[in-house]
């Protein structure tokens, strides 16, 4: 393993705001190991919207909770701007796909949640969380209870309450997952919108191909478990990124490609053909 400071900096001499050393995680299921992640190697600029693709089961989640500090690696490090993770910290935010809202606090005091906790005085916590409201575009319901909200508008409320800590990193766990298609594509618009004013190091988890390309800078793919990079694609192209633009098409032809025979691997055991989540 090595050992030096030189492992930290990218190629264009500015330290890495993540870097992943060959990683490898096991876990124990039933008395066996099992291997999450192997030999994983990856590194993201600050700022960079990082966005990681693979076949289920093969360590996405494991992976961002390395980087969130809720697991530690098996053997290889773990390093957020230069140092070694070795817990959660409030430089890093996490937003999954089964968010938890408080059902008993209002859109408000869901957001302000997080800064109460970090002893902000209550009226300050609630000032934050305003413009948060505002940024995720939800005025006119700081008052109302998750219940009474949409799939989409609670993931608001779930991104606001991250984003209103302030965190340098962003982790993602397939946070649009289960929202339709309309409100799906409304929420990639807006985080690409939040990403680009208020700039940070986003690490975003999805099984969709177009997302994939609609968002990062780069795509990491892994292979099916244990997870390990198959391929990086670097989407240099002007956002917003549509179909049916060619340039779109061809990144996400590249990404497809890399994917499928790790998914068709995963699969082996079934007969069914590939998900369409995956085009
Ligand atoms: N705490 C744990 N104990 C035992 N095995 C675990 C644990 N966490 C994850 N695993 C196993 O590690 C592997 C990777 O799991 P992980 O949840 O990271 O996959 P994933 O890529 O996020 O999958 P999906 O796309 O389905 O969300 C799986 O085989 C899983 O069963
Ligand atoms: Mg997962």
């Given at each position: 393993m090595g050992s030096g400071h030189e492992d930290m900096i990218d190629a264009k001499g500015a330290a890495a705001a993540i870097?992943?050393?060959r990683v490898r995680q096991e876990f124990c299921r039933d008395g066996l190991p099992v291997v999450a992640l192997d030999s994983l190697d990856l590194s993201i600029r600050h700022n960079e919207f990082t966005v990681v693709v693979g076949p289920s089961g093969c360590g996405k989640t494991t992976l961002l909770y390395l980087m969130a500090g809720f697991e530690k690696p098996t053997s290889g490090r773990v390093l957020v701007h230069g140092r070694e993770v070795e817990g959660p910290g409030r430089d890093r935010g996490i937003v999954f796909q089964d968010l938890a809202l408080f059902p008993w606090r209002t859109v408000l005091g869901n957001i302000a949640f997080?800064?109460?906790t970090a002893r902000m005085k209550r009226e300050d916590a609630l000032a934050l969380a305003r413009e948060y409201v505002h940024l995720v575009g939800l005025e006119g319901f700081e008052k109302a209870y998750p219940n009474t909200l949409s799939g989409g508008m609670k993931q608001r409320v779930a991104l606001a309450r991250t984003l209103a800590c302030e965190p340098d990193v962003l982790l993602m766990d397939e946070p649009f997952g289960a929202l339709d298609v309309q409100t799906?594509?409304?929420m990639q618009?807006?985080?690409v919108r939040i990403w680009e004013t208020r700039r940070k190091t986003?690490?975003?988890v999805t099984h969709s191909v177009s997302e994939a390309v609609y968002l990062a800078d780069t795509v990491?793919?892994?292979t099916a478990r244990p997870g390990t990079v198959k391929g990086v694609?670097?989407?240099d192209l002007p956002r917003p990124r549509e179909a049916p633009?060619?340039?779109v098409m061809a990144k996400r032809g590249e990404v497809l490609s890399l994917l499928e025979s790790e998914v068709r691997k995963t699969h082996l055991m079934q007969t069914r053909p590939l998900d369409d989540a995956w085009r």
């Open positions: 870097e992943i050393a997080g800064l109460e799906r594509r409304l618009e807006e985080l986003v690490v975003f990491y793919v892994l694609v670097h989407v633009d060619p340039m």
